[in-house]
């Protein structure tokens, strides 16, 4: 073989490797998925990002249950794709997702655990503002002790207020705020019956787990974290039946989680949406939501401070 042809092949396939890497690399950041799963559109959330120098890896959050590791995410002509073994899903095939990048948007096809296909689009998650020594407004009662005014099921309803408490007796409907929120501090206070689970969603987007979690190791899924994402510092979790608190402070994406007295995640960035997320727009302003759809729980004096 000629010289010249040798350099001429070196040239080209170190042209390809650079215009692949580039394409590789305009796939990296987070992204914000639509998939429109029987004419119903719902949110979900996926990370990617190099290992060393030709990996891909990342994070996918879908509709329900937590952030999952992408051990890897193959690349080839333009399309990626990647397997997502069982979490909370149906048993059958691990779930795939196919992918293709085109003006800065994804787009692709999801194959669910039972061989179904949706259809999904996504773009970069949005840069949410970070304000330092914000101006807060008047606190604002949420919950006024007599009824559910301000408030709307999403479903059926089994909340019900006694005793100037708010009560999900049995698993049912969540619960959001007519009202929608940008930067706020927020105040609750809670307790559940031994072993129940529940949440608060800020925005309606990020929830903080509240659950019978007491003397376990802290934990993204546990007691006080952002749902399979952020880990507290400590479980300060107390016996099941004793009244807890929150308070929260959500400034952008930053947030800060006093549990009871003890501040256990302080100042740290929310990467995403997590599970049961009711959309994928960060960018605008979005209601609480109580989780009702898992176990009992009770709350009173929810109050919440908003920015002005």
Same mark, same amino acid.
């Given at each position: 073989?000629?010289?010249?042809?040798?350099?001429?092949?070196?040239?080209?396939? *170190?042209?390809?490797?650079?215009?692949?890497?580039? %394409?590789?690399?305009?796939?990296?950041?987070?992204?914000?998925?639509?998939?429109?799963?029987?004419? +119903?559109? *719902?949110?979900?959330?996926?990370?990617?990002?190099?290992?060393?120098?030709?990996?891909?890896?990342?994070?996918?959050?879908?509709?329900?249950?937590?952030?999952?590791?992408?051990?890897?995410? +193959?690349?080839?002509?333009?399309?990626?794709?990647?397997? @997502?073994?069982?979490?909370?899903?149906?048993?059958?095939? %691990?779930?795939?997702?196919?992918?293709?990048?085109?003006?800065?948007?994804?787009?692709?096809?999801?194959?669910?655990?039972?061989? #179904?296909?949706?259809?999904?689009?996504?773009?970069?998650?949005?840069?949410?503002?970070?304000?330092?020594?914000?101006?807060?407004?008047?606190? #604002?009662?949420?919950?006024?002790?007599?009824?559910?005014?301000?408030?709307?099921?999403?479903?059926?309803?089994?909340?019900?207020? +006694?005793?100037? *408490?708010?009560?999900?007796?049995?698993?049912?409907?969540?619960?959001?705020?007519?009202?929608?929120?940008?930067?706020? #501090?927020?105040?609750?206070?809670?307790?559940?019956?031994?072993?129940?689970?529940?949440?608060?969603?800020?925005?309606?987007?990020?929830?903080?787990? @509240?659950?019978?979690?007491?003397?376990?190791?802290?934990?993204?899924?546990?007691?006080?974290?952002?749902?399979?994402?952020?880990? =507290?510092?400590?479980?300060?979790?107390? =016996?099941?039946?004793?009244?807890?608190?929150? %308070?929260?402070?959500?400034?952008?994406?930053?947030?800060?989680?006093?549990?009871?007295?003890?501040?256990?995640?302080?100042?740290?960035?929310?990467?995403?949406?997590?599970?049961?997320?009711? %959309?994928?727009?960060?960018?605008?302003?979005?209601?609480?939501?109580?989780?009702?759809?898992?176990?009992?729980?009770?709350?009173?004096?929810? *109050?919440?401070?908003?920015?002005?």
């Amino acid at each position: 073989m000629k010289i010249r042809t040798v350099i001429t092949l070196a040239v080209l396939l *170190v042209n390809v490797f650079f215009v692949a890497s580039q %394409d590789m690399k305009a796939l990296e950041g987070r992204w914000n998925l639509t998939i429109t799963e029987d004419d +119903k559109e *719902v949110p979900s959330w996926l990370e990617i990002k190099h290992s060393g120098n030709s990996t891909l890896i990342g994070r996918f959050c879908y509709k329900f249950g937590s952030a999952r590791p992408v051990a890897e995410i +193959k690349f080839h002509d333009g399309t990626f794709n990647f397997t @997502i073994p069982n979490q909370w899903e149906p048993k059958g095939f %691990d779930m795939q997702l196919f992918g293709t990048l085109k003006a800065d948007e994804l787009r692709g096809t999801l194959i669910y655990t039972d061989g #179904k296909a949706y259809a999904w689009k996504a773009k970069r998650s949005p840069k949410l503002a970070y304000v330092e020594n914000p101006k807060w407004g008047k606190p #604002k009662v949420l919950f006024n002790g007599k009824d559910l005014s301000g408030w709307t099921a999403l479903g059926e309803n089994q909340w019900v207020v +006694k005793d100037g *408490v708010l009560q999900s007796p049995k698993s049912g409907a969540n619960l959001i705020t007519d009202e929608k929120f940008t930067d706020f #501090k927020l105040h609750l206070e809670f307790k559940y019956p031994k072993g129940s689970n529940s949440g608060v969603y800020l925005r309606g987007r990020y929830e903080v787990q @509240i659950a019978d979690n007491i003397g376990l190791e802290p934990s993204n899924i546990l007691f006080g974290g952002i749902y399979g994402l952020l880990t =507290p510092n400590e479980m300060v979790a107390k =016996p099941a039946e004793e009244w807890q608190e929150y %308070d929260i402070t959500l400034i952008g994406r930053r947030v800060t989680i006093v549990a009871n007295g003890k501040t256990i995640i302080n100042n740290q960035n929310i990467p995403g949406m997590t599970g049961g997320a009711l %959309d994928n727009n960060e960018a605008v302003a979005g209601p609480i939501m109580i989780q009702g759809d898992h176990g009992p729980v009770e709350l009173r004096n929810i *109050v919440i401070t908003p920015i002005k």
